[in-house]
Nanobody, 122 residues
């Protein structure tokens, strides 16, 4: 199994930047497709960004394209989300997630972190 812990959230002003980190346990981190999700107040959880297990394909929801960048450093078992030009609508709890099986780009995301709060003041 995969254990995930997010960090790096906080309070930032409109137009500012934050970098979220997701530390993963285990020896098989590099074999899992990973993603970032968020849940804003009063809204359902939505997909934000993802990378396939081999780490050469990246996906973003339209609302963050050009502003957010997902990356991973397999040497330290860490997934990142660089967030620039932040907007009030980016305010949410951000979760990292791993797919339910290694070497898969299609299986359901099954492992989740506890979330980190991002608040963008207007």
């Amino acid at each position: 199994q995969v254990h995930l812990v997010e960090s790096g959230g906080g309070l930032v002003q409109v137009g500012g930047s934050l970098r979220l980190s997701c530390a993963a346990s285990g020896r098989t981190f590099s074999n899992y497709g990973m993603g970032w999700f968020r849940q804003a107040p009063g809204k359902e959880r939505e997909f934000v960004a993802g990378t396939n297990w081999i780490g050469i394909r990246y996906y973003y929801t339209d609302s963050v394209k050009g502003r957010f960048t997902i990356s991973r450093d397999n040497a330290i078992n860490t997934l990142f989300l660089q967030m620039d030009s932040l907007k009030p609508e980016d305010t949410a709890v951000y979760y990292c997630a791993a797919r339910g099986a290694p070497y898969s780009d299609t299986t359901t995301y099954a492992y989740w972190g506890q979330g980190t709060q991002v608040t963008v003041s207007s």
